[in-house]
């Protein structure tokens, strides 16, 4: 969320942010929410006129008690009284102003960085670097489904019984790998000075409001039925979370965290043929990292927290790529993302596997996460990255190390984890 003082300063600037995103149908609310902070203001300073003259109007009818002049003292009252009645009046329009602006405010995308590369949908994104060498093998790579079947590791008939489509179970050396590929990840962030926490996995609606759109929420959120709970799509909402109404010391900062949670999506729309078995599902489990930090030091952490992603990758020989999110495809609370994408041998093309995203002060502003130093208070600025995703990570996994003879090799760094195994052999073919 802007700053109210910004945008009425700086109309012309947040509608053509508004332009680069290709939302012209919110212009309009630039000049309309121009137009009721002007009311709302105007409100406040006749609430606070009418305050003022009640406080003396008061007295006044103190000192004519005083002197014995109680009719002069009574007709004082009534206009006391008057003003009163006035007051609620404006308090009730001045809550249904300042309602109608924050509702604008928060539909209102934020500044996007200037190195954001313009354009209108992801088709638009901008590939930045390649690590690793992709390889294509001379021996057909299986669909992910089918490599995880030959080691009897996954059930998705009964998954889709109990649960439904988008659900699974993940079993034996599958589930273990699963298992292993999170707790690596865990181990790999504490070991780059990151705290490790394990959030709640429902938040409430201040929380949801706070960290992302309402688009966002509709399409992804699982409400609670009954309750002001919704269960979370990634642990960023309840780590951001954690700070709501928070003022830290600047001392305190940075503030990176490691997080495990399960995560529950809605996953609205139809999905191509290559978005089925696993790749796009209701539940899954993730390791994500986040930091709160000084508005001066943000952009150097987003490059920070991108490439702990590309190197965990590169530590298990899974070649990746960035890619630059274009204007259009950033949600609004964004100022600067980049994802992070895995080759796939069987695609012969990348696929993403994670997101790292700059919010400057938006969640900070909507939260009220302020830091506090000799000069004053600000907010602070947060940002947010997936270290893996599992099971789409176990996809660019399976497929980077499945062998000519269907087994899967394990590399080095992962193999405590997986009980010393090098080697994971196929159950059938």
């Given at each position: 969320?802007?700053?109210?003082?910004?945008?009425?300063?700086?109309?012309?600037?947040?509608?053509?942010?508004?332009?680069?995103?290709?939302?012209?149908?919110?212009?309009?609310?630039?000049?309309?929410?121009?137009?009721?902070?002007?009311?709302?203001?105007?409100?406040?300073?006749?609430?606070?006129?009418?305050?003022?003259?009640?406080?003396?109007?008061?007295?006044?009818?103190?000192?004519?008690?005083?002197k014995g002049l109680?009719?002069?003292?009574?007709?004082?009252?009534?206009?006391?009284?008057?003003?009163?009645?006035?007051?609620?009046?404006?308090?009730?329009?001045?809550?249904?102003?300042?309602?109608?602006?924050?509702?604008?405010m928060l539909t209102?995308?934020?500044?996007?960085?200037?190195?954001?590369?313009?354009?209108?949908?992801?088709?638009?994104?901008?590939?930045?670097?390649?690590?690793?060498?992709?390889?294509?093998?001379?021996?057909?790579?299986?669909?992910?489904?089918?490599?995880?079947?030959?080691?009897?590791?996954?059930?998705?008939?009964?998954?889709?019984?109990?649960?439904?489509?988008?659900?699974?179970?993940?079993?034996?050396?599958?589930?273990?790998?699963?298992?292993?590929?999170?707790?690596?990840?865990?181990?790999?962030?504490?070991?780059?000075?990151?705290?490790?926490?394990?959030?709640?996995?429902?938040?409430?609606?201040?929380?949801?409001?706070?960290?992302?759109?309402?688009?966002?929420?509709?399409?992804?959120?699982?409400?609670?039925?009954?309750?002001?709970?919704?269960?979370?799509?990634?642990?960023?909402?309840?780590?951001?979370?954690?700070?709501?109404?928070?003022?830290?010391?600047?001392?305190?900062?940075?503030?990176?965290?490691?997080?495990?949670?399960?995560?529950?999506?809605?996953?609205?729309?139809?999905?191509?043929?290559?978005?089925?078995?696993?790749y796009r599902i209701?539940?899954?489990?993730?390791?994500?990292?986040?930091?709160?930090?000084?508005?001066?030091?943000?952009?150097?952490?987003?490059?920070?927290?991108?490439?702990?992603?590309?190197?965990?990758?590169?530590?298990?020989?899974?070649?990746?790529?960035?890619?630059?999110?274009?204007?259009?495809?950033?949600?609004?609370?964004?100022?600067?993302?980049?994802?992070?994408?895995?080759?796939?041998?069987?695609?012969?093309?990348?696929?993403?596997?994670?997101?790292?995203?700059?919010?400057?002060?938006?969640?900070?502003?909507?939260?009220?996460?302020?830091?506090?130093?000799?000069?004053?208070?600000?907010?602070?600025?947060?940002?947010?990255?997936?270290?893996?995703?599992?099971?789409?990570?176990?996809?660019?996994?399976?497929?980077?190390?499945?062998?000519?003879?269907?087994?899967?090799?394990?590399?080095?760094?992962?193999?405590?984890?997986?009980?010393?195994?090098?080697?994971?052999?196929?159950?059938?073919?």
């Amino acid at each position: 969320m802007l700053d109210l003082k910004f945008v009425r300063e700086n109309p012309e600037i947040v509608k053509e942010n508004i332009k680069k995103k290709f939302q012209d149908k919110k212009l309009a609310l630039v000049d309309e929410v121009i137009e009721l902070d002007k009311e709302a203001r105007k409100t406040q300073q006749d609430m606070d006129s009418l305050r003022e003259s009640r406080k003396k109007i008061s007295k006044e009818i103190g000192a004519l008690f005083a002197k014995g002049l109680k009719e002069e003292a009574e007709e004082k009252k009534k206009l006391v009284t008057q003003n009163a009645e006035k007051l609620e009046e404006l308090e009730k329009a001045h809550g249904e102003l300042t309602g109608k602006i924050r509702r604008i405010m928060l539909t209102i995308p934020n500044i996007i960085d200037d190195s954001v590369p313009i354009g209108e949908d992801d088709s638009k994104n901008v590939e930045r670097e390649k690590f690793g060498e992709p390889v294509v093998p001379d021996y057909e790579i299986p669909y992910h489904t089918e490599i995880m079947e030959s080691f009897n590791g996954i059930d998705l008939d009964a998954a889709g019984k109990v649960a439904g489509n988008g659900f699974y179970y993940l079993m034996g050396d599958i589930a273990r790998l699963h298992s292993s590929v999170i707790a690596y990840a865990r181990d790999f962030m504490i070991n780059r000075g990151f705290t490790y926490c394990v959030p709640p996995f429902m938040i409430r609606s201040a929380v949801v409001d706070g960290v992302m759109s309402f688009e966002e929420m509709d399409a992804m959120m699982y409400k609670i039925e009954g309750e002001d709970l919704y269960l979370i799509g990634t642990s960023e909402h309840s780590m951001i979370g954690k700070f709501i109404d928070n003022i830290i010391d600047e001392e305190q900062l940075p503030m990176a965290l490691t997080s495990y949670s399960p995560c529950f999506r809605k996953e609205k729309g139809a999905h191509g043929i290559e978005e089925r078995g696993v790749y796009r599902i209701h539940q899954f489990e993730k390791q994500e990292m986040i930091v709160v930090c000084k508005p001066e030091e943000s952009m150097e952490w987003f490059d920070k927290l991108w490439q702990n992603t590309v190197d965990l990758f590169r530590s298990l020989d899974i070649p990746v790529r960035t890619l630059e999110c274009c204007s259009g495809d950033l949600a609004d609370l964004k100022v600067k993302s980049v994802d992070v994408e895995a080759w796939s041998p069987r695609q012969k093309k990348y696929f993403e596997v994670g997101s790292c995203s700059n919010l400057s002060d938006a969640q900070a502003r909507r939260l009220r996460i302020r830091v506090k130093n000799k000069d004053g208070k600000y907010f602070a600025h947060t940002l947010n990255n997936t270290v893996v995703a599992p099971p789409r990570m176990l996809i660019a996994f399976l497929e980077n190390h499945l062998q000519a003879d269907g087994s899967v090799t394990i590399p080095e760094p992962l193999r405590p984890y997986m009980g010393g195994v090098e080697v994971l052999i196929p159950k059938n073919k």
